[in-house]
């Protein structure tokens, strides 16, 4: 069977090198027994490739010095220049289990279009998506780079790449700027000089650094992302050097307790010190994490606050009541116990607090179906977390074949 | 039920899958040494095309007489079809999950006739 734009299918053994169209041939499947493409879908999370053009968004690096420099890398191809990724992610795929899990590495056929669009494309056209919000790979550990200011470099180059070269090839692909948070005041001249771009759907933090989200140099930002109504995310990572997680010595151990680590620190900063009393309206998403970790941290921060209510004297309400008003990415969606799960999506008000994310094409992606499936949501609510909560949050225009199903 | 032309046996090494369609049943069929095996390429887990991943043996941790670890070792009388979408591992020779009984494949009766197999669906 043929897609649309004339993939066929073969069958073969999935490698590292297989068409996405052939790997994800049983997601179109699933979305067209479902009528999926009769439901509105946002990816909020996904991570297509950035390796292959590594080179080019090397380019966009203002500092000329650096620029230069970058052709230092990689046998003088750019390739991986300045980034400072550790091997936790190449242990993705399982030792060859999950070839994807190392990046996607099929070819695409020569075309104006960059390779992250092609393949985003075959992804959103398999998937059913509507709208697909694109995080780079490398990024996610300059949070922790041991050159400071290389992560200004780097995160302007690859914001301006997203900006100029990748997001007006296809208004179905937005993208979070990456806030260089090691430098707050960078962070803020990145506000200000991508706000406002087309496909460009609010502000990211990579959660995998020690800088405390509380600290008194971020209120400015904080402020302007309020003012201008903008998505704050926190996007977790692996950090395999700390010292609690250096201790584990497989990797299923390491990403279990590391990704979530980050973002239970970084929220409790963030309700403890009363950040959601001080910016109410400012719009603050939790990225990677999966649902199981949020039952716990409110219990645990509601059972202790009641005790030691002096130690969060700007809290009004119980940490919980808080943690409801933010928002969640679904994945990586644990499923294995159902009963857990519904309680934690009930607690977490998930109809209107959580957001679908596929994570693609990383090991534990997750799918429309793994939502849509589940059998203690009604309908109303599957659809706000698969894509009209998105479109709330981040104010995405619904096409016109939703609004006309709407009506009728 | 029908039956479907599979391969001829002399055409499938040991080890070695091949993936028929009927409609929209895709079905993996699987030979080990003399035998052979067929369960349809949808993963109980997400649905994903199981039949098409990796073939591998199960991995063993080797403990020592007082219980200490020493590594890994592949175990040769358990071959694995490893669904390429998120890594769930599955007996070839009982359609199984190695670490929960439940969580297993759909299968189909396989026949070897006059030198070919054929799966009945």
Same mark, same amino acid.
């Given at each position: 069977?043929?897609?649309?734009?004339?993939?066929?299918?073969?069958?073969?053994?999935?490698?590292?090198?297989?068409?996405?169209?052939?790997?994800? &041939?049983?997601? @179109?499947? /699933?979305?067209?027994?479902? /009528?999926?493409?009769?439901?509105?879908?946002?990816?909020?999370?996904?991570?297509?490739?950035?390796?292959?053009?590594?080179?080019?968004?090397?380019?966009?690096?203002?500092?000329?010095?650096?620029?230069?420099?970058?052709?230092?890398?990689?046998?003088?191809?750019?390739?991986?220049?300045?980034?400072?990724?550790?091997?936790?992610? /190449?242990?993705?795929?399982?030792?060859?289990?999950?070839?994807?899990?190392?990046?996607?590495?099929?070819?695409?056929?020569?075309?104006?279009?960059?390779?992250?669009?092609?393949?985003?494309?075959?992804?959103?056209?398999?998937?059913?998506?509507?709208?697909?919000?694109?995080?780079?790979?490398?990024?996610?550990?300059?949070?922790?780079?041991?050159?400071?200011?290389?992560?200004?470099?780097?995160?302007?180059?690859?914001? @301006?790449?997203?900006?100029?070269?990748?997001?007006?090839?296809?208004?179905?692909?937005?993208?979070?700027?990456?806030?260089?948070?090691?430098?707050?005041?960078?962070?803020?001249?990145?506000?200000?000089?991508?706000?406002? %771009?087309?496909?460009? &759907?609010?502000?990211?933090?990579?959660?995998? @650094?020690? %800088?405390?989200?509380? &600290?008194?140099?971020? $209120?400015?930002?904080?402020? $302007?992302?309020?003012?201008?109504?903008?998505?704050?995310?926190?996007?977790?990572?692996?950090?395999?050097?700390?010292?609690?997680?250096?201790?584990?010595?497989?990797?299923?151990?390491?990403?279990?307790?590391?990704?979530?680590?980050?973002?239970?620190?970084? !929220?409790?900063?963030?309700?403890?010190?009363?950040?959601?009393?001080?910016?109410?309206?400012?719009?603050?998403?939790?990225?990677?994490?999966?649902?199981?970790?949020?039952?716990?941290?409110?219990?645990?921060?509601?059972?202790?606050?009641?005790?030691?209510?002096?130690?969060?004297?700007? !809290?009004?309400?119980?940490?919980?009541?808080?943690?409801?008003?933010?928002?969640?990415?679904?994945?990586?969606?644990?499923?294995?116990?159902?009963?857990?799960?519904?309680?934690?999506?009930?607690?977490?008000?998930?109809?209107?607090?959580?957001?679908?994310?596929?994570?693609?094409?990383?090991?534990?992606?997750?799918?429309?179906?793994?939502?849509?499936?589940?059998?203690?949501?009604?309908?109303?609510?599957?659809?706000?977390?698969?894509?009209?909560?998105?479109?709330?949050?981040?104010?995405?225009?619904?096409?016109? %074949?939703?609004?006309?199903?709407?009506?009728? | 039920?029908?039956?479907?032309?599979?391969?001829?046996?002399?055409?499938?090494?040991?080890?070695?899958?091949?993936?028929?369609?009927?409609?929209?049943?895709?079905?993996?069929?699987?030979?080990?040494?003399?035998?052979?095996?067929?369960?349809?390429?949808?993963?109980?887990?997400?649905?994903?095309?199981?039949?098409?991943?990796?073939?591998?043996?199960?991995?063993?941790?080797?403990?020592?007489?007082?219980?200490?670890?020493?590594?890994?070792?592949?175990?040769?009388?358990?071959?694995?079809?490893?669904?390429?979408?998120?890594?769930?591992?599955?007996?070839?020779?009982?359609?199984?999950?190695?670490?929960?009984?439940?969580?297993?494949?759909?299968?189909?009766?396989?026949?070897?006739?006059?030198?070919?197999?054929?799966?009945?669906?």
């Amino acid at each position: 069977m043929a897609t649309d734009d004339g993939f066929e299918r073969t069958y073969p053994e999935i490698d590292d090198w297989t068409d996405s169209r052939e790997l994800l &041939a049983n997601a @179109r499947k /699933q979305a067209e027994e479902r /009528q999926l493409d009769d439901v509105f879908i946002v990816d909020i999370d996904s991570h297509i490739s950035d390796g292959g053009n590594w080179p080019e968004i090397m380019d966009y690096v203002e500092d000329p010095v650096i620029r230069e420099a970058a052709s230092a890398f990689g046998d003088g191809s750019k390739r991986g220049a300045f980034l400072n990724g550790t091997n936790g992610l /190449q242990w993705q795929n399982v030792w060859g289990r999950i070839p994807h899990g190392q990046g996607l590495k099929e070819a695409v056929e020569e075309s104006e279009l960059s390779r992250e669009t092609i393949l985003a494309r075959r992804c959103m056209d398999q998937m059913g998506l509507d709208y697909q919000v694109m995080f780079p790979n490398a990024m996610l550990f300059l949070g922790m780079h041991p050159v400071p200011e290389m992560e200004i470099h780097l995160a302007t180059a690859y914001n @301006r790449w997203l900006v100029e070269r990748v997001l007006p090839e296809d208004p179905r692909i937005k993208a979070m700027m990456y806030l260089p948070f090691n430098n707050p005041v960078e962070a803020e001249e990145t506000v200000k000089r991508f706000l406002g %771009k087309p496909g460009v &759907a609010g502000f990211l933090v990579t959660s995998s @650094r020690h %800088k405390p989200v509380h &600290a008194n140099e971020y $209120m400015r930002l904080y402020g $302007m992302l309020e003012e201008t109504g903008q998505v704050l995310g926190f996007h977790t990572h692996l950090n395999w050097q700390d010292e609690y997680t250096s201790q584990l010595n497989r990797f299923i151990s390491m990403h279990a307790i590391s990704f979530v680590l980050c973002n239970l620190v970084h !929220l409790t900063n963030w309700i403890i010190n009363g950040l959601p009393e001080r910016f109410p309206k400012l719009k603050v998403m939790w990225i990677e994490s999966g649902i199981a970790w949020l039952p716990f941290i409110m219990q645990r921060l509601d059972h202790e606050y009641m005790m030691r209510t002096s130690e969060a004297p700007l !809290l009004t309400k119980l940490p919980s009541e808080y943690m409801r008003d933010m928002f969640y990415t679904t994945q990586p969606m644990e499923r294995t116990n159902e009963t857990l799960l519904a309680a934690s999506m009930d607690a977490m008000n998930a109809e209107t607090q959580m957001l679908f994310a596929s994570d693609w094409p990383h090991w534990d992606f997750d799918l429309p179906a793994t939502i849509w499936d589940l059998p203690f949501l009604d309908e109303a609510a599957k659809r706000n977390i698969l894509g009209y909560n998105a479109a709330r949050i981040f104010d995405l225009e619904i096409p016109e %074949k939703y609004r006309a199903m709407a009506a009728e | 039920m029908s039956e479907l032309f599979v391969a001829k046996v002399e055409d499938m090494a040991d080890r070695e899958r091949r993936i028929v369609v009927e409609g929209g049943l895709e079905i993996g069929v699987f030979r080990l040494g003399d035998e052979f095996f067929a369960w349809e390429s949808n993963c109980p887990h997400a649905g994903g095309p199981v039949c098409q991943g990796r073939i591998m043996n199960r991995v063993n941790e080797v403990l020592d007489d007082e219980k200490r670890a020493h590594g890994y070792e592949f175990v040769e009388a358990d071959v694995h079809i490893i669904c390429p979408w998120h890594g769930y591992e599955f007996n070839i020779r009982t359609g199984i999950h190695p670490g929960q009984p439940e969580t297993r494949l759909r299968g189909f009766p396989v026949t070897v006739r006059e030198g070919a197999v054929y799966v009945a669906v």
